[in-house]
């Protein structure tokens, strides 16, 4: 089951997104053959590359950003929600078209505001695996989750909407992490870790067994995390240090 935010930052099971158990070899994890991703960077390039091995077509691509060229010359780009718009008019039913959000980083909020602003118009979310990332089968992750390249996702771990499990991270046995949450590259959850919505663990990052992570938190690059971290705090170096704070996420932005 997803994770959520109380009063505090703490984290608490959320029924309306259930999270699935992770079937052994699932790679694609959706009804749909045709898929469509918002954001048009990197990500997007990324996410192709394996959904496409998985007989899944990318037919466009939404991104906010003006004067962004597609990074496919076979695959049209849209912008923003009028652009969403034009598409959906032209295509009639959507609700055989999955959607991946492909925006990653501290973006977590938006990656789960774009989830529920695509879903509330029939399109279909999926979850993404890597051919060469593990999954354990009793892993439960929850829609529209991207676990990339020789990732690993342990025994008993449960993902909420949204998150990204970058190239080579890892997130050990009996880890929670919340909505929109991004583990860059070669980040390392040890066991029983927490994480709070949106909070973003950045690459090569280690964070000690039993540690909780605020909503909101950025972890730097290399950080060795001892303790917990508040929420909405940034904090770097080897031990984890406080460096700064980020503006609190006003509860309905993510809503809207």
Known sequence: MPWSRTTGGSLTARAATPAVPWR??????????????WGATGQAKVLREFVAARGV?????????EELASP????????????????????????????????GGEHGAARVRIHRFLEDHGLEPLTAVHPSAFVADNARLGPG??????????????????????????????????????????????????????AMVGAGAIVLPRTRIGEGAVIGAGAVV???VEAWTVVAGNPARLIGSREPLNPRAAEE
């Open 24 to 37: 052994r070899g699932e790679r694609v994890n959706g009804r749909a053959r045709r898929v469509v991703f």
């Open 57 to 65: 077509t990318l037919v466009a691509l939404f991104d906010d950003t």
């Open 72 to 103: 496919f010359p076979d695959v049209p780009i849209y912008r923003g929600r009028e652009g969403f718009a034009r598409w959906l008019a032209e295509v009639g039913d959507p609700s055989e078209v999955g959607f991946l959000v492909a925006i």
């Open 145 to 198: 989750c991207q676990i990339l390249a020789h990732a690993v996702v342990a025994v008993e771990c449960e993902l909420g909407r949204d998150c990204i499990v970058n190239t080579a991270a890892s997130v050990d046995h009996e880890g929670r992490l919340g909505d929109g949450v991004h583990l860059a590259p070669g980040a390392r959850l040890a066991g029983c870790v927490s994480v709070g919505d949106y």
């Open 226 to 228: 001892l303790r917990d």
